[in-house]
């Protein structure tokens, strides 16, 4: 028999900043992409109107100040605006990442509802880019119209981008495209595929990357976190030699600390949006989001699942985000840091 359920546990670490609530709402997906395991996927799963309900109060008692729908693509979800309201309403920041291909039709509507930030996944400096390595024709100019007609309503406009040997090249025109469009966040994350991914010349990864992340941030969008392929020069050895990309230092992650991550179709939630995508035996595979039928967070078995994750995950882990993996670092380092912007 499981441990009864708790809601504030004497045991619960001391959370030091509103939390991050990441929800993955369905699993269907109207883009191609080569890398997602959710391409053109038609899969029914909907996280319906009626479980938020029942989970924000139990995301508030757990200090969530944030909460971002993931998906597949949840612009294809039919709730997806009275979902963003909903969340409003509790006195959450909400926050969705698109493909952008609905966004520019939506946008008003979303910012009506309340939603604070939009991230749309843009992997070239042009449509004859982006468009070709995500199968999906149109995909770039809806995206970035979908950004600026968020921005002029009030909504902060990210970009994450998936970095490899096919586009790092264009890093720096993307860098100049979304600086002009007014993008105010953008993230690099290095491509991950099951093979070791090669670079022909890591050291012109270097030279076309590095002032991308060194730039005046007064005069040109600078990425956040950590560079894609690493900051110190055993970081960038792991992953140009066996594509292990960045990962919190060393001794603990504090990712964990912060983050609260639902697998809406599988009743599951973990400490981290990327261990959903890893199961396997290097450590507790989540906690159950219901006991007995009910919702419950911070449950000590979640506990467990977390507390294994600071402690192992920067050695068993394969690489995180890089915003994750620098926030890691920053709260390690100094101790405090300004809220994550992840």
Request: with cysteine; proline share 8%.
């Amino acid at each position: 028999m499981s441990a009864a359920p708790s809601e504030a546990l004497p045991d619960a670490p001391a959370t030091r900043r509103p939390r991050y609530l990441f929800i993955r709402i369905l699993e269907a997906c109207n883009a191609d992409c080569f890398m997602c395991e959710f391409a053109l996927s038609r899969d029914t799963f909907r996280f319906s109107p009626e479980d938020f309900a029942e989970l924000l109060p139990k995301a508030r008692a757990a200090g969530v100040g944030y909460v971002r729908f993931t998906g597949g693509e949840p612009l294809m979800h039919r709730d997806v605006v009275d979902l963003v309201e909903a969340g409003t309403r509790a006195g959450m920041k909400m926050s969705l990442i698109t493909n952008g291909t609905l966004l520019p039709r939506m946008a008003e509507r979303l910012a009506a509802a309340g939603l604070a930030q939009v991230i749309v996944s843009l992997d070239g400096a042009s449509a004859a880019t982006h468009d070709v390595y995500r199968r999906s024709p149109g995909m770039f100019d809806n995206g970035l119209r979908g950004l600026r007609a968020a921005a002029g309503l009030g909504v902060l406009p990210r970009v994450n981008t998936v970095v490899g040997p096919h586009n790092y090249a264009e890093m720096p025109e993307l860098q100049r495209v979304l600086t002009e469009a007014g993008v105010r966040q953008w993230e690099l994350s290095a491509l991950k595929l099951d093979r070791t991914i090669s670079y022909p010349d890591p050291d012109h990864v270097r030279a076309v990357c590095d002032p991308l992340y060194t730039a005046d941030p007064a005069a040109v969008l600078v990425p956040l976190g950590k560079r894609f392929y690493g900051d110190t020069p055993e970081e960038q050895q792991r992953y140009f030699a066996a594509s292990v990309t960045p990962r919190a230092s060393r001794p603990l992650c504090h990712v964990v600390d912060d983050v609260i991550y639902i697998d809406g179709k599988y009743g599951r939630m973990y400490a981290c949006s990327c261990l959903p995508h890893r199961e396997d035996d290097s450590g507790p595979g989540g906690a159950p989001l219901r006991e007995n039928g009910v919702i419950h967070l911070d449950t000590p078995v979640f506990r467990r699942h977390a507390t294994h994750f600071r402690e192992r995950g920067p050695e068993s882990c394969g690489g995180c985000s890089t915003t994750a993996a620098g926030y890691s670092d920053d709260v390690a380092r100094l101790g405090a840091v300004a809220p994550w912007r992840y």
